[in-house]
T-cell receptor, first 111, second 113 residues
Framework: AQKVTQAQTEISVVEKEDVTLDCVYETRDTTYYLFWYKQPPSGELVFLIRRNSFDEQNEISGRYSWNFQKSTSSFNFTITASQVVDSAVYFCALSAVNWVFGPGTRLSVLP | KAGVTQTPRYLIKTRGQQVTLSCSPISGHRSVSWYQQTPGQGLQFLFEYFSETQRNKGNFPGRFSGRQFSNSRSEMNVSTLELGDSALYLC????????????FGEGSRLTVL
């Protein structure tokens, strides 16, 4: 069975603070894909990043960075110097034979 | 390139009625998946269609059904509505495999009274 856990339900930070969103997954598949999606208040989920199970290289894209560690089954997401526009619900997801989403972490960035 | 289009955006039904939601995927995308989003349960996978065939199904009762047409457009149907079916129903499309990113529509918000 596949499962995605996001232990942080809600996080509040002040603008310009760094924030890390945690994601832990479970799967028995050897080939799988991990994703992060952002759901702003407008409601439409937006794709942020994808990683496959064979690529543990961490990635940085502007203020966003991702840390994939297969040994701990984690795929964490860090926003550096957060901004008010980063306020949203962030979902971690796993796909192998279907898509499984975590419960989401609501991030509030206060001015 | 047009995005994923879902209709209707909002609807109100009463218990016992049925509802049909529509999803038009991005042109060229052959996979359409459906999700139910509620505050308590989060985003839950309903089913996925690929080339008119249901490829996967989540853990929902048989009242929830779907289909996909030859032009990849998809519909989902919920019969004998219950209060607990009130939710945002999201549709997503992708090119075909599970490696690809999902492109989501804005959703259909269903309220059951």
């Amino acid at each position: 069975a596949q499962k995605v856990t996001q232990a942080q339900t809600e996080i509040s930070v002040v603008e310009k603070e760094d924030v890390t969103l945690d994601c832990v997954y479970e799967t028995r598949d050897t080939t799988y894909y991990l994703f992060w999606y952002k759901q702003p208040p407008s409601g439409e989920l937006v794709f942020l990043i994808r990683r496959n199970s064979f690529d543990e290289q961490n990635e940085i894209s502007g203020r966003y960075s991702w840390n994939f560690q297969k040994s701990t089954s984690s795929f964490n997401f860090t926003i550096t110097a957060s901004q008010v526009v980063d306020s949203a619900v962030y979902f971690c997801a796993l796909s192998a034979v279907n898509w499984v989403f975590g419960p989401g972490t609501r991030l509030s960035v206060l001015p | 390139k047009a995005g994923v289009t879902q209709t209707p955006r909002y609807l109100i039904k009463t218990r016992g009625q049925q509802v049909t939601l529509s999803c038009s995927p991005i042109s060229g995308h052959r996979s359409v998946s459906w999700y139910q989003q509620t505050p308590g349960q989060g985003l839950q996978f309903l089913f996925e269609y690929f080339s008119e065939t249901q490829r996967n199904k989540g853990n929902f009762p048989g009242r929830f059904s779907g289909r996909q047409f030859s032009n990849s457009r998809s519909e989902m149907n919920v019969s004998t509505l219950e209060l607990g079916d009130s939710a945002l129903y999201l549709c997503a499309s992708t090119t075909g495999g599970y490696a690809g990113e999902l492109f989501f529509g804005e959703g259909s918000r269903l309220t059951v009274l």
